[in-house]
């Protein structure tokens, strides 16, 4: 993150697997049976949010112009608008086309 701030980089679109903690979905619900089966799971996915959160809290910070948001992981299909930014969940197979201007 250090290395993009002192570039000239902008960044105004993210791609990842998962979202931050505040993106649909908010809670653990329909996960319950993996999380008895792999006890470290719930941590992991806490953890995995977090560090989403960090990178999004560092785009605003830095002064990034971030206006969309696309993730998967879920494997379901929802589009959400905060606080000024398209947060954009992608189901299995879906495509959405990334904006080129703001």
Not at 24 to 29: A, G, Q, V, W
Request: hydrophobic share 30%.
């Amino acid at each position: 993150m250090d290395a993009i701030k002192e570039g000239e980089w902008r960044i105004g679109t993210v791609i990842t697997h998962t979202a931050p903690s505040f993106c649909y979905p908010t809670t653990k619900s329909g996960i319950e049976m993996w999380m008895r089966k792999d006890p470290d799971l719930e941590r992991d996915i806490d953890r995995e949010r977090e560090a989403m959160d960090k990178i999004h809290n560092r785009l605003l910070a830095d002064g990034h112009p971030l206006c969309c948001w696309f993730y998967g992981h879920y494997h379901d299909t929802c589009s959400d608008r905060i606080a000024g930014v398209g947060f954009y969940m992608l189901g299995i197979g879906q495509i959405r086309e990334i904006p080129t201007s703001r």
